[in-house]
Each structure stands twice: as C-alpha cells, then as structure tokens.
C-alpha cells in the first residue's frame, strides 16, 4: 500500500470504530466496504475486518474496566452463550449465499433503529430483568443467534447485542454497550478472528494501520459515550442502525 492508501485507511478505521463504540457496534459500515474498495477479495477482507476489530474492543475494555461498568456473572453468562455461535457462523460462512443475508439483516437492522426510535424511553433507565432461570435461558438462546450472525456476516451485529441486552435484560443503552464492546469486540470478534484466519487469508500486512484505528476508535468512542450518557447513546444506536441497515440492503441488491 502507498502511503496515501495508508493513512486513508487509518482515518476510515479510526471514525468506524469511533463511532461503533459510542452506538455499540458497526464498525463495518465503513472498514469493511473500505477493505473491499482497496482490492481485497470478500473473504479476505472479511478475515483482515474480524481480526483488526478485536483492537476496537481492547480499547474499549481499557476504558470501560476504568469505570467498572460491567457485572462479572452477566458478563460470564454473555461470553458463554455468543462465541459457541460465533464459530459456528464463522465456520459456515463461506457455504453460504451473501445476497439474500445482507438483505434480511439489512432490513432487521433498520427495524431495529426504527424499534429504538419510537420508543423514548427505550434504554434509558437501568431495569434488570429476566434474571429468573426461564429469562435467562432464552436471553442465552438470542444471545447464541446473534454469535452465529456475528461469525458469518460482516457487520452490524454488535448493535443486535446491544438491542437484545438493553431490551430483554433491561440495560440502560450505557450498560449495554460497555457490555458489547467488551464481550463482542475483544472475546467474540476474537472467536470468529482466529477461526476465520485458520479457514482463510489475512491480509496480515495492512494490519498495523488497522489496528492502531481501531485501538484509538475504541478507546475514544467509549470514552465519548461514558462522558455524553444514554440519550446520546440511543440516538447514536438509531443512526448507526439506520446507515448499516440501508447500506447492506444497498450492497445486496448491487447498487455499488
């Protein structure tokens, strides 16, 4: 890469993961179509975005544990539920046809932001709920499908599990980010980096541009949404989940 390619990447993978951190996720909005524009094929751009985003929740986790923001059972109980389903995704990604899944997640996507944004209150106090063995059950069970979307699709779904946290576990948007960034970033975009890198190609030597983004990004955007609270988190969630969910119905139907 010229210096030029370089420092455009760096400036692309700085603003998505800034960005990813304050909603909770979609990093790839920008990094990965970025990848692709560069002149690298899907699945290795695909494996190169997994393990470069592991640095997105390395810095955001050197933020959060500032705060001590997260509970350690809920946080175990995450991290045992998603990365099962994150192999497995990961695993099958490349059987499977790109088309009709971008469309469907795109269109989820959007409802998700549309879900947030009519209901106001939405995520903005701390409620816990569904702690009972029944509730935690079938929170696991999402939490299981959204690690299979987040192994086999590209982007986005840091914002399913930070949806399903804030609304079937009753976290303020706040709580449930720090839980997305750190769970999602670093553990299990971490499961679905080192499958896919054995399965794969990485494009390992433009690693060091992305990496440094990414670090930066997280750190900053979870800093920036720790300082600015949930009112601005949500509405940061439902802009976020508008332009992925627009973007991959765009992609699939080949408009670019």
């Not at 975005?49 to 810095?59: I, R, Y």
């Not at 269109?107 to 709920?129: D, I, K, M, W």
């Not at 949500?234 to 765009?250: H, P, Q, S, W």
């Amino acid at each position: 890469m010229s210096w030029t390619e370089q420092l455009l990447l760096f400036i692309v993978s700085l603003i998505a993961n800034l960005f990813s951190a304050v909603a909770g996720g979609g990093a790839g909005l920008l990094q990965f179509p970025a990848l692709i524009l560069l002149g690298l094929p899907f699945g290795v751009a695909l494996a190169t975005h997994k393990v470069a985003s592991v640095a997105l929740g390395v810095g955001a986790t050197l933020r959060h544990l500032r705060e001590r923001s997260l509970e350690g059972r809920l946080a175990l109980f995450i991290l045992v539920s998603g990365v099962p389903g994150v192999v497995l995704g990961a695993f099958y990604i490349l059987r499977v046809p790109d088309d009709l899944a971008q469309i469907t997640l795109g269109l989820l996507t959007v409802g998700l932001g549309a879900y947030s944004f009519f209901n106001r209150q939405l995520g903005l106090e701390h409620r816990p709920r569904n702690r009972h063995a029944r509730g935690m059950a079938m929170g696991g069970a999402g939490l299981f499908l959204i690690g299979v979307l987040n192994g086999s699709l590209t982007s986005g779904t840091g914002l399913f599990c930070t949806m399903w946290l804030v609304r079937w576990f009753g976290l303020d948007y706040k709580s449930a980010v720090a839980y997305t960034l750190v769970l999602v970033g670093l553990f299990w975009n971490g499961s679905g980096a080192v499958t896919l890198a054995l399965l794969g190609e990485v494009k390992w030597t433009w690693m060091p541009v992305l990496l440094i983004g990414s670090l930066l990004g997280g750190y900053l955007g979870a800093h920036w949404s720790i300082v600015k609270g949930n009112r601005f988190i949500k509405r940061g969630f439902e802009v976020m989940t508008a332009l992925m969910g627009l973007t991959l119905i765009a992609k699939s139907l080949h408009l670019f």
